[in-house]
């Protein structure tokens, strides 16, 4: 609905209801608005009332309020109490309103307007005057602009209250700043001119010009000319005279018709050739107006255009050097000037109506709130001739869209990028290395690419899908933003070794499930354990539990313990029982104490007890039979512990043995019990019976995921309805093999250990390919296409997203498409067509007759033709259409001449001859000659202004083509893609070396060494030749040397393997791994040499042989060896005997002792036990015991028994050692075989150490129950050698240059990857340079201003001119000349003529004439500053023209100068300052100097300006004496002050020693520095032996004389110590020690 207010206010209301309260709004703002202060004269209180608040509501609409505050003040502006004031003139402090609603905001909005100008504020007397005694730096002023309210929807006003409801009202007022009034600065005056005047008194001028006009209010400038009067070195001759004279022409008039012509141009009749008729007709034309008629609101443009040919004249007058005009007659040296000559009738240019505006250029609302613009333009109708009104303005243009609030917001583009592409290894490897390798099992660190493009974003309020897919753009419209990263490290998970422990020892023959027994059936297992798991699925791991299956498998044993003390039936001696401690435990605890028995005999018990049900039958006997040796009978040993089995299972060749053995400890008495025979004393029997049969399970690699069709996916919690992935299952085959052997059954193999063929797993997710939608179609040509072209073709791309995976909907198979554009217009074909020439027009015969005093109408004239516009089949068309696409347009007038009975005849010109000789070089020639009477004519003869011979040169097709510029980059030869399908990184190899081609461009010149076209010497304006660019070289080594041997001979080292350097990188090549001083790159893995793989083997004791003499008892003390032997021990436990020496000769056992049979009435015991533990810490002051038993008490009684518990203390290292665990160094991270980088691991071993440094089994440390918590395998990165990885090169850019030799093309690369490691680095040519084919440039050459001419005269109104030649250039500045070729190269010349001027008036002052010099060139551009910073962006320069005054008569007559001033860019701040001379004479001179050295008049501030006189009080009158800088008197150099009493200078003394013979010159002296103070203080206390007068003073004479005296007494010193002495004989007295003391003489 439409609501319309009083001030013509229209909004939209939203809802009809609001229609009323909208009325209310308006009705409101028509309400006047009353002033703030209600003001009574009669009284000292008024009313003041504040701002109307906003309108406040429940709702919007017309039931808001407003209120505003209201207080009582007095005239004098204090506030008072509200009972001052006249409550009856109260204003009202509440009203209602209407309370906008949000949507209203955008109906309405302030419309500002540019700040004007800056103007003075006004004084308290409102008058605005300049300040400028008191401006420093600036005055304040103020600026202004216009705010109103607007409606956004047409942009018309509305009253200011509307938008008072929705913001605050923007300021219409600011302060500003105005610089101080700036005076007129010129330039010092040049030098003076020559006398005006060869003879007698004339005038010199001198000039200056005008640097910066007077701005904000400073003084004009001053007079730019200075005269002054001068002689001539000779007097005039008496009787000449004294006046010079000159003839003077006026310029011409305009161009006219004749009378009689100009009353008949209204109904004059020409022919019409815009019929289309065979024959042309006659119709009477109408004004110049016919040109604007309309017709059905259509324009009507001209189809023919003539021209009309008219005379102008001029003056002619005689001046004399004083200005004043003279008679013809003395000018009669002249011959008369032309007076009169025809011309063309001026024609003004005619444009057509505007057409309308074109869109606007801003057609969206953006973040800069800069406007667009739109034009529009007309087209010319009539061309200017004659000097008609130029052309205006053909094209304009103006803001639009200047708030853009309406306008939709602009697209947005950004950039987004496809899916990762798969995991690649093979770009980290060189080529070599790439060939070599296995690609598909690469594996570990690589990269993946992805392909950036940018995309128009869609608008906020769109809907956002699954994956918002989004057109592809041009990426010059994501320009402004970082492309996102297109390549990224990534990783292949490797398929790692396992890790694993060493194999458990064989258990026990045990069944293959215990918790299940059943048959006769077991099996012996030993295992080994993953030692370590990557993160990385693992390799098919060898088994970890291997099996022997055995019979009479028990799960579970007896274990007995018997006491020591054996208890006799009957007496002390003879049979008896034992106490035994019966117990259940685990099988393997048994074994692992080399029991093969039913029951496990220990010393202790020990084990977990397990409940006896499980052990089985009866359990041992808690008694056991037993015997005590009586006193005479033979004690024997307890049985040895069971030795090792000679084999670990049983073969056809060999069984498994072990052995134990016992000693006589006492031999019988007599009656006592005999001691068996020595078979007797060991025992065999067979162990590991079992045969050599090893089975394991071997599993194989687990199969791909796969659905499990037995899965319920309506009972599973992984089915997703919404997801395409489900959970499916992986398959893997288990067998039982024999070792050494095949596939055997699997019963063979135990079921407990037999590993899992079935896991789940998640079936990859389905992937459907995903595309961009198409591109835009790349845009047709938008112009016509000239005849016969091929067809243009326009294409459209998209981009692949997402690649479809795992059974995905598979990607389309175009992803370009390329079609023929729709049909183009060709573009229109047009001519001009020439009309037949007129007749010559000469001058009117009345205007000759009236110049020339002649009768005969001859001379020079003009011809004329029209000219119109012909299209397709030959009709007639608009002269537009031929001017836009015709070509230039022909002539249409030229010089005629209708000969004179005195002209010149002469034969027409011959045809030029043939060019002979294939023309190049060559001249053809053509002739005329004289006819008649001209053959004896002087001035015809003068071949210079009638010649009879010309010639040209003949036309040349020889072109010489030479290369030009230097070779282009070495450009390598790319596979041929769309420019769309160009991504950032190419699926193929980049090819950076090899052969390719460089290019050098092809400078085509013609005979006159001029530029043309290259295709006329060459097909593409090259020369080109292959070039080699070198490949990179990159690093190499050696293979991998043979390991080394293990560092540690006894436990856990290191063995190394090494690289070494063969080849450095040459030429951007991968480089070197980091090498070691030895140039080598090394590898070190653990290694373990067995500690206890030698070991000595001990066989028992023999028997105890004593020494008996006599009959003597067979007891008593005696000697027992056994044998000892270094033995190896083997992989399956046998042994072989090696060299002794390769076992630890430190540990070797002894091979005899000393042994005791006891007698057969000694107590007998038993050998000693192992000795007990010590603490683990090996604490101080503990011990350790061993004990043993009786074996046969002594037959005497009271006979006492050895002890039978023996203690000693723990020594460390001696009878006590401690153990720990010891590390050995990480081994270097290694990858799998298949890696170049990423994850690997290291690994470290762990030994054990005793205290003593010996390297012991793992066992002793396990004992002692030390931790292990030592990881010995951990993962570890080795860095990826990620070669430097590039973009495509981008597509051939355009020319930097049209035409010339300057042209370039370039193409660009970006890096995506830096190189890392050993990567092959970047390379430093990112940007590749070719030069564009040179191609001659064509131009229109503008000369130079000739000199101001006047033809046939001395002085007055003239020409200047200049030519306007088509040249070619090779576009290189002044190093290749331009050569001139044919007008048609550069097109319409006429056109160009019409925007260049060509002719120029000018005027050549005459002998005494009072004229404006010549404009000074433009000033150096100048900023306002204020404190030395610019006040504005723009400069300013100017120009001047000085006045010459030649003679002083003239001085009236003289115009005034003249000055300009234009707008600059680039200009500098200047400042301005006094500067002094030095003092001459009491003067000195003074000058204005600007901050770059310039002396200027103007600029200095006046009252700064120091003084140029020096005056001294009272006058200095002394003979060389000078006023000082202080207003003293002084003297001269070379002089000194004698002073009165009273300060005054007296006189000036010559100073003795000084040269003033010669007047020193005061400008010099000025320049000199001032003595020292030094130099003055020194001068204060010397004697100065000259006084004041110039006198020698009385005390120099007496110095003189006493002086002389001395000399004389030192001669007669000198002569009575030189006189011979006289000998004496006595002896000399005694003399004193000389003691010198200084005196305070000098001399000392």
């Known amino acids: 609905m439409t609501l319309k207010d009083d001030f013509g206010v229209i909004a939209w209301a939203r809802r009809t209801g609001n229609c009323l309260s909208f009325f209310v709004l308006l009705s409101l703002f028509s309400v006047p608005v009353q002033s703030d202060i209600v003001f009574h004269m009669d009284h000292q209180f008024s009313w003041k009332t504040g701002q109307w608040g906003h309108c406040v509501g429940e709702d919007c609409g017309s039931g808001g309020v407003q209120t505003r505050t209201i207080w009582c003040v007095h005239r004098e502006g204090w506030t008072t109490h509200h009972s001052h004031c006249n409550h009856m003139d109260r204003p009202e402090s509440r009203r209602h309103c209407f309370k906008v609603c949000d949507w209203h905001q955008d109906l309405f909005e302030w419309e500002l307007s540019a700040w004007e100008g800056c103007v003075l504020v006004p004084f308290f ?108 070195p000779v007097a005039c001759p008496a009787g000449e005279d004294e006046y010079q004279y000159s003839l003077k022409v006026g310029a011409w008039s305009q161009c006219r018709f004749p009378h009689h012509k100009d009353a008949l141009l209204s109904g004059r009749t020409t022919v019409d050739f815009g019929s289309n008729k065979e024959n042309n007709t006659v119709m009477l034309q109408k004004e110049a107006s016919r040109y604007h008629q309309h017709h059905h609101g259509l324009r009507k443009y001209p189809v023919s255009w003539e021209l009309e040919v008219g005379y102008q004249t001029r003056q002619v007058r005689c001046t004399r050097s004083d200005g004043k005009n003279a008679m013809l007659s003395l000018c009669t040296k002249y011959s008369s000037p032309m007076t009169f000559q025809a011309c063309v009738m001026p024609k003004d240019c005619q444009t057509s109506d505007w057409s309308l505006w074109n869109p606007c250029s801003k057609t969206c609302r953006s973040a800069d709130l800069s406007p667009g613009y739109r034009l529009r333009s007309r087209v010319m109708t009539q061309m200017p001739v004659g000097g008609g009104k130029p052309c205006p303005v053909l094209e304009e243009k103006e803001a639009c869209n200047i708030m853009g609030d309406l306008l939709p917001h602009c697209p947005r583009y950004e950039w987004r990028t496809t899916d990762w592409d798969g995991c690649l290894v093979s770009p980290l490897l060189s080529k070599l290395d790439r060939r070599l390798a296995n690609v598909s099992s690469l594996c570990g660190g690589g990269i993946q690419t992805r392909k950036p493009y940018c995309v128009q974003v869609a608008d906020d309020s769109a809907p956002n899908h699954r994956k918002e897919v989004s057109r592809p753009v041009t990426a010059r419209l994501c320009a402004g933003q970082e492309p996102p990263l297109a390549v990224k490290n990534c990783s292949i998970p490797c398929q790692h070794h396992c890790l694993l422990s060493h194999w458990s020892p064989w258990g026990a023959c045990v069944h293959d499930k215990c918790k299940d027994p059943h048959g006769k059936k077991g099996f012996i297992q030993r295992r080994r354990e993953v030692l370590w798991a990557s993160s990385s699925p693992l390799d098919v791991c060898p088994h970890l539990a291997e099996s022997i299956p055995c019979e009479d498998p028990a799960c579970y044993r007896w274990q007995v313990q018997r006491e020591a003390k054996c208890t006799p039936d009957n007496s002390t001696c003879g049979p008896g029982t034992v106490e035994q401690s019966v117990q259940c435990v685990s099988a393997e605890d048994c074994h692992r104490r080399h029991q093969n028995d039913d029951t496990c005999e220990v010393e202790t018990l020990s084990g977990e007890d397990v409940p006896t049900s499980y052990c089985g039958g009866d359990p041992p006997p808690t008694q056991a039979p037993c015997e005590v040796a009586c006193h005479a009978d033979c004690v024997l040993s307890v049985w040895s512990v069971w030795s090792p089995c000679t084999h670990s299972c049983a073969s056809k060749t060999a069984d498994g043995r072990q052995s134990r053995t016992r000693t006589v400890l006492a031999l019988p008495g007599k009656d006592g019990k005999t001691c068996p025979g020595p078979p007797a004393l060991e025992e065999w029997r067979v162990c590991n019976d079992h045969p050599c049969l090893v089975f394991y399970w071997e599993a194989s690699a687990w199969g791909p995921c796969m659905a499990d069709p037995f899965l319920d996916f309506n009972q599973t919690s992984l089915w997703n309805e919404t997801s395409p992935c489900t959970t499916g299952v992986q398959i893997r085959k288990v067998t039982c093999l024999k070792m050494n052997g095949g596939l055997v059954v699997s019963k063979r193999c135990p079921e407990s250990t037999r590993p899992e063929t079935l896991r789940p797993c998640d079936l990859p997710c389905k992937k459907d390919c995903i595309v961009t939608p198409f591109s835009e179609w790349t845009a047709c040509p938008s112009t016509c296409v000239p005849e016969n072209t091929s067809s243009a073709t326009q294409s459209r791309y998209r981009t692949i997203i997402q690649r479809s995976a795992d059974g995905g909907q598979e990607c389309p198979d175009t992803l370009y498409e390329e079609r023929e554009c729709e049909s183009l217009q060709e573009c229109p074909k047009y001519r001009w067509r020439t009309h037949k020439w007129h007749a010559c027009t000469l001058v009117p015969d009345p205007v000759q007759r009236s110049a020339s005093r002649t009768a005969e109408t001859c001379g020079s004239g003009l011809e004329t033709r029209g000219v119109s516009c012909a299209g397709d089949q030959d009709l007639a068309a608009n002269m537009t259409e031929c001017l836009r696409w015709a070509g230039p347009l022909p002539a249409q007038i030229r010089e005629c001449r209708v000969a004179c009975r005195d002209d010149c005849a002469l034969t027409p010109w011959s045809k030029f001859s043939e060019c002979g000789g294939g023309g190049c070089g060559g001249f053809q020639r053509r002739k005329r000659s004289l006819l008649g009477r001209s053959k004896k004519k002087e001035q015809c003869l003068d071949e210079a202004s009638y010649p009879l011979e010309e010639k040209e040169a003949c036309p040349c097709d020889e072109y010489l083509s030479q290369p030009f510029g230097n070779w282009s980059d070495c450009i390598l030869d790319e596979p041929s893609t769309p420019d769309s399908l160009q991504g950032w990184m190419s699926s193929q190899e980049v090819k950076e070396c090899g052969q390719g081609l460089r290019y050098t461009a092809v400078a085509c010149l013609d005979q006159r060494g001029g530029l043309v076209e290259p295709t006329l010497c060459t097909d593409e304006g090259y020369t080109v030749e292959m070039c080699h660019v070198p490949c990179p070289l990159d690093c190499k080594l050696s293979a991998w040397s043979a390991w080394s041997a293990c560092s540690a001979s006894c436990g856990s080292g290191l063995k190394v393997r090494s690289k070494w350097l063969r080849e450095k990188a040459f030429n951007g090549g991968r480089p070197c791994p980091k090498l070691d001083l030895k140039n080598q790159v090394n590898e070190a893995v653990p290694c373990h040499s067995e500690c206890s793989q030698y070991a000595w083997r001990i066989e028992p004791w023999s028997i105890c042989t004593i020494n008996t003499v006599g009959n003597s008892p067979s007891c008593g003390e005696g000697v027992q060896s056994r044998k000892i032997r270094c033995v190896k021990k083997g992989t399956s436990g046998e042994v072989n005997t090696v060299e002794d020496s390769l076992c630890d000769q430190e540990e070797m056992p002894p091979r005899a002792q000393v042994c005791f049979l006891a007698c057969h009435h000694d107590c007998v015991v038993s050998p000693w036990g192992p000795w007990s533990h010590c603490p683990l810490q090996c604490d101080q002051g503990s011990e350790r015991n061993r004990s043993r038993h009786l074996l046969r008490p002594p037959a005497a009684e009271g006979a006492t028994c050895p002890e039978m518990v023996q203690s000693e203390s723990c020594i460390l290292n001696s009878t006590c050692f401690t153990y720990l665990y010891q590390v050995s160094e990480w081994s270097t991270c290694r990858l799998s075989e298949n890696a170049v980088c990423g994850q690997g691991s290291r690994q470290r071993l762990l030994d054990c150490v ?395």
């Open 1250 to 1644: 005793r205290s003593d440094g010996k390297m012991v089994a793992s066992q002793a440390c396990e004992q002692f129950g030390l931790l292990t918590g030592w990881k010995l395998v951990e993962s570890c990165v080795i860095d990826c050698p990620f070669s430097c990885v590039l973009s495509d090169w981008s597509p051939w850019g355009q020319c930097s240059h049209t035409c010339g030799s300057q042209g370039k093309s370039v193409r660009t690369r970006r890096i995506l990857q830096e190189a890392h490691e050993e990567g092959r680095p970047c390379p430093n040519q990112l940007v590749q340079t070719k030069t564009c084919p040179i191609r001659p440039c064509y131009t229109w050459l503008l000369s130079d201003w000739s000199p101001c001419t006047v033809e046939g005269a001395d002085c007055g109104e003239g020409l200047r001119r200049r030519n306007l030649s088509c040249v070619t250039h090779q576009g290189d500045g002044a190093k290749s000349p331009p050569v001139p070729v044919a007008e048609e190269f550069c097109g319409d010349k006429l056109g160009k003529t019409i925007q260049q001027e060509t002719e120029q008036p000018c005027f050549i002052p005459c002998q005494g004439d009072c004229h404006l010099a010549e404009w000074s060139s433009w000033s150096a551009c100048q900023l306002t500053c204020v404190e030395g910073r610019s006040f504005e962006t723009t400069g300013r320069q100017s120009r001047s023209r000085a006045v010459i005054v030649q003679v002083v008569e003239n001085q009236d007559a003289c115009p005034r100068q003249v000055f300009q001033t234009q707008p600059c860019k680039g200009g500098q701040c200047h400042s301005y300052q006094w500067r002094t001379g030095g003092w001459s004479n009491n003067e000195r001179a003074v000058w204005c100097q600007r901050s770059d050295g310039l002396i200027v008049t103007g600029g200095c501030f006046p009252q700064k300006r120091p003084s140029v006189i020096q005056h001294c009080h009272p006058p200095c009158t002394k003979p060389f004496s000078r006023c000082a800088s202080s207003g003293v008197c002084g003297c001269e150099k070379g002089y000194t002050e004698v002073m009165t009493t009273h300060g005054f200078l007296d006189y000036c003394t010559r100073t003795p020693g000084v040269d003033t013979s010669k007047k020193a010159d005061v400008k010099t002296n000025s320049g000199r520095s001032k003595p020292s103070q030094a130099r003055d203080r020194h001068t204060e206390w010397t004697l100065r032996p000259v006084g004041p007068d110039g006198r020698v003073k009385l005390w120099v004479y007496a110095v003189t004389a006493v002086g002389f005296i001395l000399i004389l007494l030192v001669i007669a010193s000198s002569f009575l110590v030189c006189k011979p002495a006289q000998p004496t004989k006595t002896s000399p007295p005694p003399q004193k020690p000389l003691t010198l003391a200084y005196d305070g003489d000098i001399d000392m």
């Open 125 to 232: 007397s409102n008058e605005l005057k300049l300040r400028t005694p008191e401006c420093v730096t600036a005055q304040h002023g103020i600026q202004r602009r216009k705010v109103q309210c607007v409606r956004t929807s047409n942009r018309t006003t509305v009253t200011s209250r509307i938008c008072e409801f929705f913001s605050q009202r923007p300021p219409v007022e600011q302060a500003c700043l105005i610089p101080c009034p700036q005076d007129c600065v010129v330039s010092d005056f040049d030098s003076w001119s020559g006398c005006s005047k060869t003879c007698g008194v004339g005038l010199q001028y001198r000039t200056r010009h005008v640097l910066t006009t007077s701005m904000y209010g400073g003084a004009g400038c001053p007079n730019l000319t200075d005269t002054r009067t001068c002689s001539g």
